[in-house]
Each structure stands twice: as C-alpha cells, then as structure tokens.
T-cell receptor
Framework: AQSVTQPDIHITVSEGASLELRCNYS??????LFWYVQSPGQGLQLLLK??????LVQGIKGFEAEFKRSQSSFNLRKPSVHWSDAAEYFC???????????FGGGTRLMVKP | NAGVTQTPKFQVLKTGQSMTLQCAQD?????MSWYRQDPGMGLRLIHY???????DQGEVPNGYNVSRSTTEDFPLRLLSAAPSQTSVYFC????????????FGPGTRLTVT
C-alpha cells in the first residue's frame, strides 16, 4: 500500500535561511505527490503537486519540490524562509484507485527572528 | 464563493452523546471527505463520497456515519461519542480525478469528556 513518511517532526530555522523538508514515499508506480501547508488554527492549503514530467515543481509562496525516483523522495524547499512560513507541512499521496489521500505525519516549522 | 464551510468550530461532548458535524461546499465538487487530525499522525480519512448518494469508508470509519443527499452537503455523525474521538475534524472537497487538489474547511475541534 502507498505511504509517505516525514522523518522530521519539528524543524527550526532562522528567518532568511534556506529550508528543506523531507518526504519519502512508498508506491508501486510513479506516484502523484502533494505538499500541503496548515497555518495555526486553519485548514490545509495545497502548496504544490507532482503528476509527471519535470521533476522540479514550483508552488505557491515561493516553495518548490523535487521528485527523485531513485531516492523515493519528494522534498520541499524554499531558498529564504519568512516568519509567515511558520506552519505545519504535510506530504500526501493518493491510493491506486485515486479515491483516498494518505498523509504523512507532518513537519512543524518554527522560524526564529 | 464561501468554499468549504464547517460548523461548529468547537464542541464539547460527554461520553455517549451524539452529534452531527456539518460540512458544506459551494464549488459543485463531486468528491467530499472527512478527516481527523491527531498529533503526530497527520490526517486520517474517516469517510468519503464520490457523489450524491454514494459514500464509502476510509481508514478509520468506526464510530462515524455519513450520508450524502446533495452535492453540497456531507454531514458526519457521531452516534455515541467516546473520548478516543477527541480530535480536530476536517472536511474537504475536490473535483473527481484531481484528488490531490482538495479544498479544506477550517476544522471542528471536538472534545469528548
């Protein structure tokens, strides 16, 4: 069955520093992959998605992610973090039938001034 | 467009009580779903619906019922609340075939004492 793992539960970075959040997936074929962000007290918002083609995908708010089949990874990156990026980030993959999303456990990002 | 709305925002129940969490969307999305969010576990799918009159179980359906009489509404019923159902509940919707691009409601925080 498909699954996603986010190895880092918490990450703290300084404002202006670069960011990389890890996501590893387990999937039989080429997966669809998604990153969502959840600001405190809010629902989830789609940041970016990978379906096929170019392995580097751009999303909203200056985020990007790179699909690496050899490493079964889909890590989220941002070159310069802003205080407003403090949130929880979730990686997700749909099942084969495309009727369910499986989420990773989430990574909580804290930004130091 | 209001997007996905959920009521109530907060609820406290005693063990054994019943209640219905409301979810509505105005985007004419066929796919709707309910998730629960617990610390460190990401979001887990409770039930989903691919259209009016069609519902199915997700990963953690026990203790919850759903129905889908209209495209817009997808209520979640707790028949006899238990402390293990203390959680934050999110409703989401999307067009079929684009499962990952889900739109989430703001959530309902439920406490069962």
């Amino acid at each position: 069955a498909q699954s996603v793992t986010q190895p880092d539960i918490h990450i703290t970075v300084s404002e202006g520093a670069s960011l990389e959040l890890r996501c590893n997936y387990s999937y039989g074929a080429t997966p669809y992959l998604f990153w969502y962000v959840q600001s405190p007290g809010q629902g989830l918002q789609l940041l970016l998605k990978y379906f096929s083609g170019d392995t580097l995908v751009q999303g909203i708010k200056g985020f990007e992610a790179e699909f690496k089949r050899s490493q079964s990874s889909f890590n989220l990156r941002k070159p310069s973090v802003h205080w407003s990026d403090a949130a929880e980030y979730f990686c997700a993959v749909p099942n084969n039938a495309g009727n369910m999303l499986t989420f990773g456990g989430g990574t909580r990002l804290m930004v130091k001034p | 467009n209001a997007g996905v709305t959920q009521t109530p925002k907060f609820q406290v129940l005693k063990t054994g009580q019943s209640m219905t969490l409301q979810c509505a969307q105005d985007m004419n999305h066929e796919y709707m779903s309910w998730y629960r969010q617990d610390p460190g576990m990401g979001l887990r799918l409770i039930h989903y619906s691919v259209g009016a009159g069609i519902t199915d179980q997700g990963e953690v359906p026990n203790g919850y019922n759903v129905s889908r009489s209209t495209t817009e509404d997808f209520p979640l019923r707790l028949l006899s609340a238990a402390p293990s159902q203390t959680s934050v509940y999110f409703c989401a919707s999307s067009y079929p075939g684009i499962l990952g691009e889900q739109y989430f409601g703001p959530g309902t925080r439920l406490t069962v004492t």
